[in-house]
């Protein structure tokens, strides 16, 4: 089985930031992207950005220029970076990834979530 388990939520006021880190474990042969995702309260869950095993980076809109997402593959870690924060980014943060235990069995295992309250 793998695992991520995530770190860093709280409550900051506006224009302050965060920093989420998500660690996997378990039997993980290689990891493709990893991801978080944010559900506020009464929405649906979103991805917010994304990050391949060669680095490359996609971003929702809404936090393009204020969040920044980086990994370490040797460490199985990714980590969030949350500057300018906005009290619209209120939401439980969620890691996910796609693990491969073998060469040719994959997974998508989600993190437990850490909420993230900015007020304003």
């Known amino acids: 089985q793998v695992q991520l388990v995530e770190s860093g939520g709280g409550l900051v006021q506006a224009g302050g930031s965060l920093r989420l880190s998500c660690a996997a474990s378990g039997r993980i042969f290689r990891i493709n992207f990893m991801a978080w995702y944010r559900q506020p309260p009464g929405k649906q869950r979103e991805l917010v950005a994304r990050i391949t095993s060669g680095g490359d980076t996609d971003y929702v809109d809404s936090v393009k220029g204020r969040f920044t997402l980086s990994r370490d593959n040797a460490k199985n870690t990714v980590s969030l970076q949350m500057n300018s924060l906005k009290p619209e980014d209120t939401a439980v943060y969620y890691c996910?990834?796609?693990?491969?235990?073998?060469?040719?069995?994959?997974?998508?295992?989600w993190g437990q979530g850490t909420q993230v309250t900015v007020s304003s």
């Open positions: 996910n990834a796609d693990v491969y235990t073998s060469a040719y069995t994959n997974m998508y295992p």
